[in-house]
């Protein structure tokens, strides 16, 4: 049988479709390979964000192709962000990134999933895969990830694609299409049978998640009849879901939120529901309003600020984290200064920093000139980080003598380690592999990013 293997770039919305390629490409007559080296198919899925991130791709096709010494049957596959066009290196019509590479055989739009045992025979029509089934479904959103087939404590399901937010900087909307919401009845039937095969936490996960149910495509394709009117679709969905702890639902999140749909009505259910975590990943990007403006991020940072009020007083011991990009367009010393104060000032208890780099085919590409050198672009970065680090410490030792739930993900000698409420990292020692448990653990130190505990 012909192998595969998949390298993924990227956020967690790639490694959730990953999951999805698997199962189609098992349906397709696949068996996963260990290496590289050992497969027919290698499929790189992709991140855009950055031109770096493709920069890193483009490198590893590279050593893809001299596989082909040894395998001149290879197929090399592309899918991600990066591409615009479902084809293959046969079709009329192909993707631009075939302009830029001779190595590549399948460019593959995620959502097109369906499409890829097609693609697969017009590179090799003597091929032996079959038609199958999914290749007649509207979108990849129908084809079960390989987690609903085996066990597993941890699972995420996309609720959505696309987004229609257009920040200035992000690739996103062009690489990933429009915001298209995925049918609440199949969530929740999916949602239903992880529970049912042992899955202790979901997390949900789009663009921006709570945008739910609130684009274009949604209103005009109206698949949100059973939400009763006045409620909004995503807080349904999680009430919904919810109801899970029935059958041993114990842990719901979602990520990643954006500021502008961030309601009251969301807010409330978060402190109302019992499954769903004191944790909230909501990205910032900076904390001053003009630079928020170049950016196009729709909310003022008095707003931002009115949200966190409104999660701490309904919910008081919430963690709360965000994304900051720092040497944007334009900022000037005064606007990283307020960018740092509002920082300081917000308390965040971890934060992703990056300093802002160039993506060819965004608007700021186009309209903005990028005119902070990368020296400044650094200092900035690294004085926020130092401000993280401190902050993170100060928060991380009030945790000493606490108990937490911790979701054990990885075990390694006696070392167990796993994720507490907060969505706190946790070590601890174990005599036995706790992997994929809820244990209790009493929290006795912490080091620059996570905490030490021992078993309670």
């Known amino acids: 049988m012909p192998s595969y293997k998949i390298e993924t770039y990227g956020c967690q919305m790639n490694y959730s479709d990953t999951e999805r390629i698997e199962t189609y490409l098992e349906a397709m007559g696949y068996t996963k390979a260990d290496t590289t080296e050992g497969a027919d198919l290698v499929m790189l899925n992709t991140c855009s964000i950055k031109q770096k991130a493709e ?16 395998n001149p049957n290879l197929i090399l596959a592309i899918t991600g962000c990066m591409i615009r066009e479902s084809s293959s290196r046969y079709s009329v019509k ?5 302009n830029r590479s001779r190595e590549v055989d399948i460019c593959l739009r995620i959502e097109e999933l369906p499409k890829l045992a097609t693609l697969v025979r017009e590179i090799n029509p003597e091929s032996k895969i079959e038609a199958i089934e999914e290749e007649a479904l509207e979108d990849y959103f129908h084809i079960k990830a390989t987690y609903s087939t085996a066990p597993k404590a941890q699972a995420i399901i996309p609720i959505s694609t696309g987004c229609d937010k257009f920040c200035t900087y992000c690739i996103v909307p062009y690489s990933r299409g429009r915001e298209r919401s995925r049918n609440i009845e199949e969530i929740i039937k999916e949602a239903e049978e ?19 149910g609130f684009s274009v495509s949604d209103k005009i394709e109206k698949r949100f009849a059973s939400v009763p009117e006045g409620k909004e679709a995503f807080v349904f969905l999680l009430e919904e879901i919810d109801k899970l702890k029935e059958k041993g639902l114990e842990r719901l999140r979602f990520t990643s939120p954006h500021p502008r749909d961030m309601s009251d009505q969301l807010i409330e259910a978060m402190g109302n529901l019992t499954t ?16 928020l403006k170049r950016m196009n991020r729709t909310y003022t940072v008095e707003r931002y600020k009115e949200i966190i009020k409104k999660l701490r007083a309904k919910i008081p011991d919430i963690s709360i984290t965000t994304d900051i990009i720092v040497g944007f367009c334009g900022e000037t010393e005064e606007e990283f200064e307020n960018t740092y104060n509002f920082f300081e000032e917000m308390s965040f ?12 085919g965004t608007f700021a590409a186009k309209n903005i000139p990028d005119d902070i050198s990368g020296e400044l672009k650094a200092k900035r970065w690294h004085k926020l980080n130092d401000l993280l680090k401190k902050q993170s410490q100060e928060i991380l030792k009030k945790f000493k003598g606490k108990t937490v739930k911790v979701l054990v993900e990885s075990q390694e000698g006696e070392t167990s380690t796993g994720r507490s409420e907060h969505f706190k990292t946790v070590q601890f ?6 992997t994929g448990l809820i244990v209790t653990v009493k929290i006795t130190g912490s080091q620059e990013w996570l905490l030490e505990g021992e078993l309670a």
């Not at 890193?56 to 082909?68: D, H, N, P, Y």
């Not at 934060?351 to 060819?360: G, N, V």
């Open 429 to 434: 020692k174990s005599c036995r592999n706790l």
């Open 194 to 212: 992880l529970v049912e095969n042992g899955t202790k936490e979901i997390t949900l996960l789009g663009q921006t998640v709570n945008s739910y």
């Open 349 to 360: 208890e971890h934060a992703y920093i990056s300093r802002y780099s160039e993506r060819k």
């Open 94 to 98: 192909r993707d631009k990134i075939f």
């Open 55 to 70: 920069d890193k791709v483009f490198g590893q096709m590279r050593k893809i192709s001299k596989l082909r010494k040894e």
């Open 276 to 291: 769903q975590m004191p944790y909230m990943h909501l990205p910032v990007q900076a904390g001053d309003d003009r630079t």
